[in-house]
């Protein structure tokens, strides 16, 4: 009977535990989505500034 308490309990926390990860990921997904429609074109990424044409 003890193994089986024991069991229970590990499972019933790694279900509290996936649970968490997904809210967490969940809430990383929508944070960036709302980033990102607050600016649609997203931030400038290589070389800063203007070069000379060739």
Request: proline share 4%.
């Amino acid at each position: 009977m003890f193994e089986y308490e024991i069991a229970t309990a590990r499972s019933n926390d790694l279900i509290r535990q996936a649970d968490t990860y997904r809210l967490v990921r969940e809430a990383k997904k929508a944070r960036r989505a709302s980033s990102r429609s607050k600016n649609p074109e997203g931030p400038v990424r290589g070389r800063v500034g203007f070069t000379h044409a060739a």
